[in-house]
Each structure stands twice: as C-alpha cells, then as structure tokens.
C-alpha cells in the first residue's frame, strides 16, 4: 500500500463526508425556517429546539472533518521515516496502520489498512518505535515488521 495513494483516498473520503454534512446542514436548516408556528406553541417549540439540537450536531461533525482535512494537509508523506510518527505507515504481523488521523478501518485495493491518529492508545505504543521492535498493546505482543 503506497502511502500517497491512501492519502488521496483519505482526503477524497474526506470531501464527501463534507459534501454529505454541508447538504444535511442546508436541508435542515430550510426545514427549520420553513416551519410555520402552529397553535400548539409549546409542540412548536420544541420542534425548533430539537432541530437547532439537530443543526449544532451536524456542525460539530462538519467541524470535525474539517480539522482532520487540515491535519492530513500538513503530513510529510514523501520519504522514509525511521521510526514512527505522524505520517507513518506501520507494518506488523497484526495489520497495517496508517498514523494520521483517526478514521478507523479502510479498504483500499483488497488490503485493511487502520488509521489511527498518534494521540490513540496505539499511536501512543507505536510513537518513536522501528522497524524489529515490538510493542505490546492490549495483551498482545506485535512486532514491527516495516516502517515507511
């Protein structure tokens, strides 16, 4: 798995979750404003209470993407690394994993690879570790087998 591939990948995946919460965001908001009081005042407003509920949590997840959008626009991709850090793609006998941001599994080509962000448990284990060493993280013991 070639890294710039998965970082195109990644920021693709990126772009459409933006795209899918910028829509949700608009067609809520337009029901929202659309909403006309009724005589029930009180079911009225609570109906305008959950969609602002609604709207806030669909920004906090816009926002989320975009902090990671920003994250994997400052990776050094090109190069080896030595030992693990931000950018890093891991290489042991349990999997492949990808140290950027903290997306979780992913297919790409037939191959799993992990994504996890350096702050994770495993990222926190992997930190400033080469390639032969081992680590061990919840109860098992993984070896490194690359480094890239």
């Not at 908001?29 to 305008?48: F, I, L, Q």
């Not at 349990?94 to 080509?109: K, S």
Request: hydrophobic share 35%; aromatic share 4%; with cysteine.
């Amino acid at each position: 798995m070639e890294k710039a591939v998965l970082v195109t990948h990644l920021r693709d995946l990126l772009e459409q979750r933006t795209t899918s919460l910028m829509a949700e965001l608009a067609t809520t908001r337009e029901a929202r404003n659309s909403d006309t009081k009724s005589s029930a005042g009180d079911k009225h407003e609570v109906g305008r209470a959950m969609v602002q509920q609604e709207l806030d949590q669909l920004e906090a997840r816009l926002s989320t993407v975009w902090s990671m959008q920003q994250e994997l626009a400052r990776l050094q991709v090109d190069g080896v690394h030595q030992q693990v850090g931000l950018g890093s793609l891991v290489t042991t006998e349990h999997g492949t994993y990808f140290v950027a941001i903290g997306l979780g599994a992913l297919e790409l080509d037939g191959e799993r690879c992990y994504i996890i962000s350096l702050a994770s448990p495993l990222g926190q284990a992997l930190r400033g570790k080469r390639s032969g060493e081992t680590i061990t993280f919840n109860g098992e013991r993984r070896t490194i087998i690359s480094v890239q």
